[in-house]
């Protein structure tokens, strides 16, 4: 893939996967913080990687987006390194660099206009491309895919864990942040299997663990008509979790609207791919990718540090709907 974008004009090719590791460093880190300070106690932490809920609980739920985590997007995040980072270390003036994300999800486009989003003191991300549209192009360039040799993604991020890769499985961002949770808590490893009970296409799929004398309660959903259920289950004190990851698409993002369409739907045949890809994978934790290792020793400091917070963090309740306007 880094090959063809490549011979369509990009100067660089950075891997999303790598962006994913980095949000679930701080994801994991502000759920334990959140979860040891008893902030979760009447109502979950919500994962706020899919722009699509994130507006559907401003609008439904609007007394809950303090629940939502902080992070950005991963690519917006990401995008405001490129701009401060890359772009020092390179010494490229940043306001000549274009950041292009790929994605799967028409939503990101409306994602990266919000205010929020210019951490960088730029656009962080300046266009989203579908990976649709991407496919497109590629055919309307005449690239031959099947000829092309595998190019490396750039240095500095050049390398992801199987943690990064699964992000875009229904469950993959829960058992990625999980393994790192529980490193976070222990200093020490969980067997790799130790969270696979998150996978599977239930509308609902719960799990609870016990890491170092800590019961967390975890539960993925992928709809937005399940996700209400749950929201309304929980408000009603039927259930209680700590940790709700929610996708508004079926099978999170590797069934999102923008995907690749052969008039099939791939999100179940993509998931077990990315499964495969992590298992086969030499770095399956994020925490244990040197090259995130390096850009918090050199740059970001830790997870949730100030400078993390300013670049990697939002304010989910700093931009207001169109009906609030
Ligand atoms: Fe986009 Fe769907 Fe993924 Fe949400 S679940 S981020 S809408 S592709």
Known sequence: ????????????VIDTDFEAGLTIMEKAHEFLQRFSNGELKDMPMFTSCCPRWVRFLKAKYPEYVGQLSSEKFPHQ???????????????IDPSKLCVISIMPCVAKKHEIELPTMKSSGYEDVDVVLTTRKLDRMIRAEHIDVESLQDVLH????????????????RGGVMEAALRSAYYFLTCSNAAIETFYEVRGMNPCKEATYDINGATISTVIVCGLGDARTLIETTIRKELSYDFV??????GGCSGGGQSIW?????AQLRAPSLYQLDASATLRYSHENRNIQTLYHDFLEAPCSHQSEQLLHTDHNAWNMPSEK
């Open 154 to 169: 750039d240095i500095p991020f050049n390398t992801a864990s199987g943690a990064g890769v699964i992000f875009g499985a």
């Open 77 to 91: 995040m990401f995008g405001a390194i490129i701009k401060i980072y890359i772009a020092e270390k390179k010494n």
């Open 245 to 250: 990851d929610v996708r508004a698409c079926p």
């Open 1 to 12: 893939m880094a090959c063809e974008i490549k011979m369509m004009g990009a100067d660089y």
């Open 262 to 266: 052969d008039g099939v739907e791939m």
